[in-house]
T-cell receptor, first 116, second 113 residues
Framework: EAQVTQNPRYLITVTGKKLTVTCSQN?????MSWYRQDPGLGLRQIYY???????DKGDVPEGYKVSRKEKRNFPLILESPSPNQTSLYFC???????????????FGSGTRLTVV | QQQVKQSPQSLIVQKGGISIINCAYE??????FPWYQQFPGKGPALLIA?????SEKKEGRFTISFNKSAKQFSLHIMDSQPGDSATYFC????????????FGSGTQLTVLP
């Protein structure tokens, strides 16, 4: 089954304790992205990656890091989490076409992070 | 800077009624306008999408209406059903742009039985 898998689904952590949220896709997609979802703000892009070893900032990158060492994996790293990073996080992937149509995202099921 | 503005924030409709959600955008470079549907505990899923070369696209009970001059587009759900109760997001993108989708703030739809 084609899917984007995120882990963990739920995470409660304390301020300053480094954490990693994993994301993996099995569709051989070039493009992967992380979003955070907050009430009234919709989904805001944190970081994206157009291919292996190619990453760039989205709209809200502060406090986050990413890496893309393999095509299928795109982990999100919070080196020193703070309470304002409490949110619902989604990983997504898509085929990336510079010309022609955009094919739409496949989203993971989300990771609900609480930082106390 | 919110490039895609969505309204209303919440919507309650009776079963069988029409649900209408509106979005407006600012960036004239956008050329792809999808709608995503999200159920609790799930990630958003692509529902229907339109490009600006057409003014309307219909898939079953779901229709997108697009007004390029007004920079607005809307989702119409005909014969709304309780199973349609979900959060709906509009979005916009520019083909070939690495930044891809910009999302609206979401509309929580409740369809009463």
């Amino acid at each position: 089954e084609a899917q984007v898998t995120q882990n963990p689904r739920y995470l409660i952590t304390v301020t300053g304790k480094k954490l990693t949220v994993t994301c993996s896709q099995n569709m051989n997609h070039e493009y992967m992205s992380w979003y955070r979802q907050d009430p009234g703000l919709g989904l805001r892009q944190i970081y994206y990656s157009m291919n292996v070893e190619v990453t760039d900032k989205g709209d809200v990158p502060e406090g986050y890091k990413v890496s893309r060492k393999e095509k299928r994996n795109f982990p999100l790293i919070l080196e020193s989490p703070s309470p304002n990073q409490t949110s619902l996080y989604f990983c997504a992937s898509s085929l990336f076409a510079r010309q022609g149509g955009f094919n739409g995202y496949t989203f993971g099921s989300g990771t609900r992070l609480t930082v106390v | 800077q919110q490039q895609v503005k969505q309204s209303p924030q919440s919507l309650i409709v009776q079963k069988g009624g029409i649900s209408i959600i509106n979005c407006a955008y600012e960036n004239t470079a956008f050329d792809y306008f999808p709608w995503y549907q999200q159920f609790p505990g799930k990630g958003p899923a692509l529902l229907i999408a339109i490009r600006p070369d057409v003014s309307e696209k219909k898939e079953g009970r779901f229709t997108i209406s697009f007004n390029k001059s007004a920079k607005q587009f809307s989702l119409h759900i005909m014969d709304s059903q309780p199973g349609d109760s979900a959060t709906y997001f509009c979005a916009a993108a520019t083909s070939g742009s690495a930044r891809q989708l910009t999302f609206g703030s979401g509309t929580q739809l409740t369809v009463l039985p």
